[in-house]
């Protein structure tokens, strides 16, 4: 029986110790991995968070940035950290989610992590150059099927959620396009606007600019709703191809075993800074919405993501050289 008392005794006291542990947090700095270099709109976005949270919390969060390998490099580090409640990670799904399935990472969306919430989203956008003949989804597919498969395609490269998104939009719609990949948009727009590429696939803070500019136009975005900043852009599911969203978005979570207690704090503390309006305008001028949401509805979130972009790949075919 002294076995049975010692089980009990010890849960009873877990149990005990659960409030008081969320209750006492934090007690010193909290350590936010990055997963990308300074400057870049993941930084960005988690950088107004951090902030964000310290004013209204009085906790001193630190950003860690933990480039590499397309962000895989700070999430393994982050997903390996102790699950105190002192390592967070600002994950994207590019990142946590597509990375693991084109074996570019070392760890598991669903096992490794413990969902914190949602920070923000940004839809992926489909553009031409101001030029071009296309100016609609009906002309962009007549295109398509008019040359055979020879409508190129470009993306910031392969793997990319943009070009996940232009290969779910062939297969939704049942037309093939030819993949261009470059490194980054930097190098794809001149040939975009110069005529050598047909498309771009991009999330809409790396071409905001230049559609405001009137050098791109946006034919139409990979959401389930406009976007609010470029409210006259359709979305492809309102031209009739479903289940087309492709959005970008970036939540925070902890490594897997972080108490649950320290999950909800954050998660309600997150919350209440993504409803705060200067909070909300920081990330718009980045090209992102805040967006929030329960520890549980982004758990959701990355356990259909997995099964759809693994759908994606497996069905394109798509393989990323070592």
Known sequence: MKPMRTLAAAALT????????????????????????????????????????????????????????????????????????????????ANLVINP?????????????????LSASAPQVLVVAKDSPIRTVEDLLKAAKDKGGKLTFASPGIGTSSHL??????????????????????????DLMGGRVDFY???????????????????????????????DVPTF??????????????????PAGTPAEIVTKINAELNKVLK??????????AGAEATGSSAGEFAALIKSDVPKWTAVIKTADIKVAD
């Open 237 to 254: 599911d309102e031209k009739g191809i479903k289940n087309s969203d492709a959005a970008t978005w970036w939540g925070l979570a902890a």
């Open 101 to 117: 399935i084109l074996g570019k990472a070392n760890y598991d969306p669903i096992k490794d992590f413990a969902p914190i919430g």
């Open 276 to 285: 705060d309006s200067d909070t909300q305008a920081k990330l718009r001028a």
């Open 14 to 93: 877990a149990l005990l110790a659960g409030p008081g542990v969320a209750q006492d947090y934090p007690t010193k700095p909290i350590r936010m991995v990055v997963p990308f270099p300074p400057g870049g709109g993941t930084d960005v976005v988690s950088r107004v968070v951090a902030q964000k949270l310290g004013e209204a919390t009085g906790w001193t969060i630190v950003i860690d940035n933990k480039p590499g390998s397309g962000g895989s490099v700070g999430l393994g580090l982050a997903g390996k950290a102790p699950a105190d409640g002192y390592t967070i990670v600002m994950a994207q799904n």
């Open 165 to 190: 998104a232009g290969e779910l939009l062939q297969q939704l719609a049942q037309v093939k396009f030819r993949h261009i990949p470059y490194k980054g948009a930097s190098q794809a727009l001149p």
């Open 201 to 231: 696939v991009s999330s809409v803070p790396s071409v905001s600019v230049q559609i405001k500019e009137g050098v791109l136009r946006p034919i139409a975005l990979f959401a389930t709703k406009r976007d609010a900043e470029f409210p």
